[in-house]
C-alpha cells in the first residue's frame, strides 16, 4: 500500500500555523510538497521513518551540494516534529546527519574603499541624471544602517521621515515579514536631505512614490545595481582574502554589523546583553544570525579577545 494520503493534509495544516505566526515559507513550500509526494509514492514507509527523509534529501535534486541537502534535511525535519504530535510513530532524523560547510567569512570594506565607491558612483555618467544620485545616496544609506537592498530599494517617501524626531526609517513587510523602526544619524539625515532637494531641482519630484527612483519613476532595479557594485569593487582593486568571499552590495550589511559589534567591545559595552538587540535594528530572524559575526571576522575576535583579556586583568587587579 502506497503511503498515507493524509499526509497533504498534515502539510496544510503545518505550512497555515507557519503563515499565522508570520513565516514566508514560499521556497519551503515547494520542498515539503515534494517531498510530501515522495512519500506517498514511497512502498510501505508509513509512519515516516527517518531514513526516508534523509533518502529525500540526498536525493535528485537541482541543489545536490552538501549544504543544499543539510537545508532540504533541515526544512522536512521541522515538519516532522509537527507530524509527530499527530502520528507518534514518526520517526525523525537527528541533527548533524549531514554536515553543513562553514560559512565563508564575509568581506569587510573600510572606511578609504567605502569612500571610493561612492566617489565611483558620484562619477558615473550621465553626471547630470538622476542615477549617479541614487547610487551615491542608496549606497550611503546601506553603509549607515545595514539594511538590505532590497529594502532600500522598496522605500517610499512616507517611509523616509527626515524630520521626525529622531529621524528615521521605516521598513515595512519585509524579508520574514517583519517591520522595524530605523533610526537614522545625522550626518545620514544631511546627505539624505540633499538627495530629495536635488531630486526636486532635477524635476523628479512628483514622478514617484519611491523614494529611490530609476530616471522613469519605477523601481531601481537591484540586478543592475549590485552588478555595478561588484565590478567596481573589483576594478578599485577590493579582492577578498583566502577563504572570505568576495565584495558585494550585501558586504555592506556585514561591514555595519561587525563596525557596530567592534565599537562596542572597544567601549566595554555588554556585548552578549545587546546583540538581540541587533539581531532586532538589523531584521534578523534570530540572535544566531548576529552571533555569527563573532566568529566568522578575525579582526573582530581579536577585538573581542583583547577587551575581555583587559577587562580580566581589571578583575586581577581588585
Not at 509527530?84 to 510513530?89: G, I, T
Request: hydrophobic share 45%; with cysteine.
Amino acid at each position: 500500500m502506497n503511503g498515507h494520503p493524509e499526509l497533504r493534509n498534515h502539510l496544510d495544516a503545518y505550512l497555515a500555523v507557519r503563515e499565522a505566526l508570520g513565516f514566508n515559507d514560499a521556497a519551503r513550500k515547494v520542498q515539503l510538497r515534494n517531498f510530501v509526494e515522495y512519500a506517498i509514492a514511497a512502498d510501505g514507509r508509513w509512519p515516516i521513518d527517518a531514513q526516508l527523509a534523509v533518502d529525500w534529501a540526498c536525493g535528485p535534486s537541482a541543489v545536490r551540494a552538501p549544504a543544499g541537502q543539510a537545508s532540504r534535511l533541515s526544512t522536512v525535519r521541522r515538519f516532522l516534529c509537527y507530524l509527530r504530535a499527530s502520528v507518534p510513530e514518526t520517526q525523525i532524523p537527528e541533527t548533524g546527519l549531514i554536515a553543513r560547510p562553514q560559512r565563508r567569512r564575509p568581506y569587510i570594506f573600510t572606511q578609504q574603499e567605502l569612500v571610493s565607491i561612492l566617489d565611483a558612483a558620484a562619477a558615473m555618467r550621465p553626471r547630470r541624471t538622476l542615477r549617479p544620485h541614487v547610487y551615491v545616496s542608496m549606497i550611503g544609506l546601506l553603509a549607515s544602517t545595514g539594511i538590505r537592498a532590497g529594502e532600500a530599494i522598496r522605500l517610499t517617501s512616507n517611509d523616509v521621515l527626515l524630520d521626525a524626531d529622531p529621524p528615521r526609517i521605516l521598513v515595512l513587510e519585509t524579508k520574514f515579514r517583519k517591520s522595524r523602526i530605523v533610526p537614522l544619524h545625522a550626518t545620514a539625515v544631511e546627505k539624505l536631505r540633499a538627495y530629495v532637494q536635488l531630486r526636486q531641482q532635477l524635476g523628479y519630484a512628483g514622478l514617484s512614490d519611491l523614494f529611490f527612483m530609476s530616471e522613469i519613476g519605477t523601481a531601481i532595479n537591484y540586478g543592475f545595481l549590485a552588478t555595478w557594485f561588484t565590478r567596481t569593487a573589483r576594478q578599485l582593486g577590493m579582492l577578498p582574502s583566502s577563504g572570505a568571499r568576495p565584495p558585494t552590495l550585501h558586504s555592506l550589511r556585514h561591514t555595519f554589523a561587525v563596525e557596530r559589534l567592534t565599537q562596542w567591545c572597544l567601549e566595554g559595552a555588554p556585548v552578549q546583553q545587546w546583540i538581540p538587540n541587533l539581531s532586532v535594528y538589523l531584521g534578523h530572524v534570530s540572535p544566531v544570525e548576529t552571533y555569527w559575526y563573532l566568529t566568522a571576522t578575525p579582526a573582530l575576535l581579536v577585538t573581542a579577545a583583547t577587551a575581555f583579556r583587559e577587562y580580566a586583568n581589571l578583575g586581577e587587579a581588585q
